[in-house]
C-alpha cells in the first residue's frame, strides 16, 4: 500500500501539545481513508509536505515569503501522487530556496521522522474550493553561507534568527516548531 510509509511514520511520531494530538490523529484518519490522500485532485484536502530548514547551530531558520499567500512561512507544498513525504519536503525546500546542500537532521533511521504536523484550512481561490492541507514537516539543516537563489513561488527568503521569528509571522504551527528547537 502506498500510504504504508507515510503510517508508519505517522504512528511513530509523538505530538507535543492536546492541539497538535488532535491535528496527528484527523492527519492518521485522513490517510488511512482516502487512497488518493496524496493527489491535489482530491477535493477536499491532500498530503503536503514541508521543510523546517535550520542552521547547523539550530539558531537560525530560513523563512520564505509566499507570493500567492502574502506571508511568511517555511518552505513546502503538494505531494502530487508522491507518497514519499521527505522527499518532497526536500524538492520543495530546495525549489523554492535555491539551497542545495540541504540534509536531514536527526536522521538515524533510513527514513527521517517527522519533525512536526499541521492541518490547516486552504481558503478558496480562482476554481480551488476551499480544503485542506495536511502537512507533514521535516527538520532539515542547511549553510547560512550557501545563497538563495528566488524563485517564482517567493517574494523574499531570508534566515531569521529564532528569537526574531515572531516579528515575521503569528502562525501558531511556526512558533511550535520553534518552541521545538
Known sequence: ????????????????????????????????????????????????????????????????????????????????????????????????????RLRFAHSFTEEPPIFDLDVHLIPARGSDLTHYHYDIRFLLEADPDEAFVESGETKAIRWVQLTDVDRFTEEISIRRMTGKL
Not at 487512497?35 to 530548514?53: K, N, Q
Not at 535550520?54 to 501522487?81: C, E, N, T
Open 1 to 100: 500500500m502506498h500510504r504504508q510509509s507515510l503510517l508508519s511514520l505517522l504512528h511513530q511520531y509523538n505530538p507535543i501539545d492536546p492541539a497538535e494530538r488532535s491535528m496527528w490523529l484527523n492527519t492518521i484518519t485522513f490517510v488511512e481513508t482516502n487512497p488518493d490522500c496524496f493527489e491535489r485532485s482530491l477535493a477536499i484536502g491532500h498530503v503536503t509536505g514541508s521543510a523546517w530548514i535550520v542552521s547547523p547551530d539550530r539558531q537560525q531558520v530560513v523563512l520564505i515569503h509566499h507570493r500567492k499567500l502574502d506571508r511568511w512561512f517555511q518552505p513546502g507544498g503538494h505531494a502530487d501522487g508522491n507518497p514519499d513525504v521527505a522527499a518532497v519536503a526536500m524538492q520543495e525546500a530546495q525549489e523554492e530556496t535555491g539551497l542545495t
